[in-house]
């Protein structure tokens, strides 16, 4: 059995959760790859070391001392140090950041320390070896990861013990450090497990695991044991943001599960991401709905044509206005001469009007109005293929609470079904879905 544990940046922020870490990697053998954020907030007033980093590089770019804050980082390492009684040189390390800093070195570099300084302690104290990312996670110049080398170079520094590698970055074929987009250590660990073959990608977080709803807006809400890739790529994309987007698809192709534990709370089995769920759904049948996720603030553009639906292209001609603009576009419902273009309102405040404006220019519809404060809520659950009613059951209960629903898009995978309502009636909207499908449906369990 082979796991590879990676540990967020809330997991490493100081000498406390270095020492669960290690009992969590102590508690289970197979547990020899560990990967390693770099130090998170110790508390609301604290700052992440990366977020640190950035502004000493912004510091530097602008001429102004960046002394202060790279002090403070420096700081919080030896802490760690003394408090676990390590040896690694972190004078050396520092200076020697210092000594390119100096020089000139790019943001990738700098930034990427914090991963690097974490996983050098990480691994003495885990008494594990450690190999740096810049060594093993290759990339190729067009900035995709090249897991063939990857795997090579891994095989070649490996020896029998465990070892740790720092997340969030790899380097160029010419050796030049390369950073991922922020939140990936996620990557690097799907990247570790793919590329080990790995049974099972742990992924050590602050929560244990994925939520059914938004608990800011239901109280105490229910996890999720086990969820599937699509879903959770659907809960994602409409904003419940636990993993990195992108650290889905290394270990989608190899079948890898992921499963998000919670190092405060080691006990709680988190949830399972698989491919397919159907194995753990014989034993516990899950919901008819997994997870209800959603975003406020949308627009709705939408144009009227009499018989524009004849009109071969002419909905490419619609959204080749938005291409053009850059702005990308939610989901395009549509009646018979009806056309509605939804899409998020910070991405067209800059040119909704040249958008407009265009619009009428090229297609002539006979009227165009604009509608915001359009809030999308997703509702998503494998259980709801070939379940008639579902959908029924759920636009009823709006009615019955007085929720107007302005879209409804279900796509024919009946995986989720996406409903527009106003963004005054997004919470109480999510609620009602919570206690009519989950609660109620645990109570008569
Ligand atoms: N430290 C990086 C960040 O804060 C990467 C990570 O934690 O995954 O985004």
């Not at 395009?332 to 909704?352: R, W």
């Not at 002539?364 to 997703?378: G, N, T, V, Y």
């Not at 709801?384 to 009823?396: E, N």
Request: glycine share 6%; net charge negative; proline share 3%.
């Amino acid at each position: 059995m082979i796991k590879v544990a990676k540990f967020g940046g809330s997991s490493v922020a100081n000498a406390e959760q270095f020492r669960k870490v290690k009992k969590i990697i102590e508690s289970d053998s197979a547990r020899r790859f560990v990967v390693s954020s770099a130090c998170g907030k110790e508390s609301n007033e604290d700052h992440k070391v990366t977020d640190l980093l950035f502004l000493c590089e912004a510091h530097v770019r602008f001429g102004v001392s960046y002394e202060p804050i790279f002090q403070q980082i420096e700081a919080k390492y030896q802490r760690i140090k003394d408090e676990l009684g390590l040896k690694t040189d972190l004078k050396k390390e520092f200076d020697a950041i210092r000594s390119v800093m100096k020089r000139g070195m790019s943001t990738d570099y700098l930034v990427s320390r914090g991963e690097y300084l974490t996983s050098k302690l990480l691994a003495e104290y885990l008494d594990y070896d450690f190999i740096d990312a810049a060594d093993v996670i290759a990339f190729r110049y067009d900035g995709e990861v090249d897991m063939e080398r990857t795997q090579m170079l891994l095989e070649e520094r490996m020896k029998e013990r465990g070892i740790v590698i720092p997340g969030f970055y790899g380097a160029l074929p010419n050796g030049v450090i390369r950073i991922m987009s922020r939140g990936g250590s996620d990557i690097t660990g799907a990247i570790i497990a793919n590329v080990v073959q790995a049974d099972v990608y742990e992924n050590w977080t602050d929560v244990s695991g994925f939520l059914v709803a938004d608990p800011r807006i239901i109280e105490n809400p229910m996890g999720i044991p086990c969820i599937n890739y699509n879903e959770l790529r659907e809960m994602s994309y409409m904003g419940a943001n636990v993993l990195h987007d992108d650290a889905i698809f290394p270990v989608k192709s190899r079948n890898i599960p992921i499963n998000v534990r919670n190092t405060n709370d080691p006990d709680n089995p988190g949830t399972l991401i698989m491919a397919d769920c159907s194995e753990a759904d014989r034993i516990n049948p899950p919901h008819c709905i997994t997870g209800i996720t959603g975003k406020r603030d949308f627009t709705v553009i939408t144009l009227v044509k009499m018989h524009a639906s004849a009109e071969v292209g002419f909905l490419r001609r619609i959204l080749s206005v938005f291409e053009d603009y850059k702005v990308s576009v939610e989901s395009v419902p549509t009646t018979v001469d009806t056309f509605s273009v939804i899409v998020a309102t910070e991405q067209v405040g800059h040119c909704l009007y040249d958008i407009v404006g265009k619009l009428k220019e090229t297609l002539k519809p006979d009227d165009l109005r604009i509608e915001d404060r359009l809030a999308l809520i997703a509702v998503v659950g494998r259980a709801m293929k070939d379940q008639p009613g579902m959908s029924g059951r759920l636009l009823s209960e709006f009615g019955s609470h007085q929720i107007n629903i302005k879209i409804i898009n279900q796509s024919s995978d009946e995986l989720s079904i996406v409903v527009g309502v106003h963004n005054r009636d997004f919470e109480n909207a999510i609620r009602c879905i919570y206690d009519r499908f989950i609660k109620e449906e645990e109570v008569t369990k």
